[in-house]
């Protein structure tokens, strides 16, 4: 049988008042009840010492002075019967002078000189009483003693009315704790099932949700977590659509850039085979295939190096190596594509700049930005720049192309994405995947690149790498 947490919760505090409550009113009723018993014990004793000692002293008017204290003790409903050491009464006078009334124990406890009480006696004397028996020793021999009573039926009903009215306390203080702990009860749930929903609209695959957060609890703070949680996975979840769209995209892009040079290296192939295409003109169809063929291979390879990047595969070889020999070495290889758009590579650098990096990949980089500066440029100048100071040495590649949307400058270190969706041809990028993999290759030389563009002015990008 399942029991709802709320029934639990409210079980287990009403539980826990009600036993606290019956200890801490047992307890006090008990405690009440031997004080005031203890007090009237100690009363008669006072009484009984009191009465002995002034008969001891006294050598005439015994007569008056017990009348005078059997008038005294009336009044505070005492009464009180001395007795010999036969235990026959002697006062007050009886016709009968019966034996008082002491068990065998007690009488041991008499006869030994000792003092004997019972706070609460409801048998011997046909009412409730407390008595108190003193005996009157000379030697080791008893002569006599005072036996003191007084009646308790007031007390019992004080005693009687105090446990009513802790139970009256008792019944309001755990009616009111029912109606608090219920208030605080339904409160609790009711954030609970706050997060409950919450969790059930994340598994129902909607990350739009917010639970109400506070400070005072554990709860709270579970709710603040479980938001965080929320955004993450909202986060993740618009990040996971982002990459799927770029991997159609990407697919889509690939499918149509190697279906371009396939069917030209195909057709080029098929032409020469079957002697359709002149001979003066199959050298230039050779060009053209071994052209398209590194088109693929360049797709290939960017892929490849994407993948070793992203699970730590790409392993870097760094040496000091001179940064005007490398800028140089990537004018001459990019001068070509520069010059067929009308473009200048020019390279301002000292020649003692050193740069601490993997020459492969340092080439990689500034040839992938500088491919990438060229596609955007028509008519331009292209400025590679070497600078250092003590602690990094800084590359810029700056252009006076068409430039970047401020908005898309972020975007552009993403995976497959293209400045200019509409520009599907060769001259305005073909993959959109080299931007990141440079991105990636800056970081693994513990460097970090910058991109600063305006529209229609051109675009600078910085890298930086330490010493």
Known sequence: MRIRFFYQLLISHISILILAFLILSLSFSHFVESYIFQNKVEELEGYGD????ELTVRMEGNEQFLAEYTHLLDTRHIKYILFNYEGKVIYPKLQSS?????????????YKGNKVSVKHDIKRFGQEVSLVAIPLMKGDHLTGGILLLSPITGTMKM???????LLYTIVISLSASILISLIFSKTLIKRIKDIRNAASMISAGNYDVNVPESSIDEIGQLARDFNKMAAKLKESHEEIERLENRRRKFIADVSHEMR?????????????????IPEKEIEKGMILI??????????????????KIRSNQLKLDKIEINLLEVLEVVKEQLNIQAVDKSN???????????????????IQIIINIVKNSNQFTENGLIFLRGIENETKTVIEIEDTGIGIDPEEIESIWHRFYKADVSRTGEAFGEFGIGLSIVKQLVQLHNGKIE?????????????????
């Open 344 to 362: 200048q590579i020019l390279v301002q650098c000292d020649e003692h700049i050193m740069i601490f990096a993997d020459y492969d990949r340092i």
């Open 290 to 307: 071994d052209r398209e063929a590194k088109r693929l291979i360049r797709l290939v390879n960017e892929n490849l190096d994407y993948e």
């Open 451 to 467: 991109v600063c563009s305006e529209k229609g002015i051109g675009t600078k990008f910085t890298i930086t790498f330490p010493k």
């Open 159 to 165: 005693i009687t009315q105090l446990n009513k009215f």
């Open 260 to 276: 371009t040079p396939l069917t030209t290296i195909s057709g080029l192939a098929e032409g020469i085979k079957n002697q359709l």
């Open 98 to 110: 019966p034996l008082i009334q002491l068990t065998e124990a007690e009488w041991a406890e008499i």
């Open 50 to 53: 009191q009465i002995l000692t």
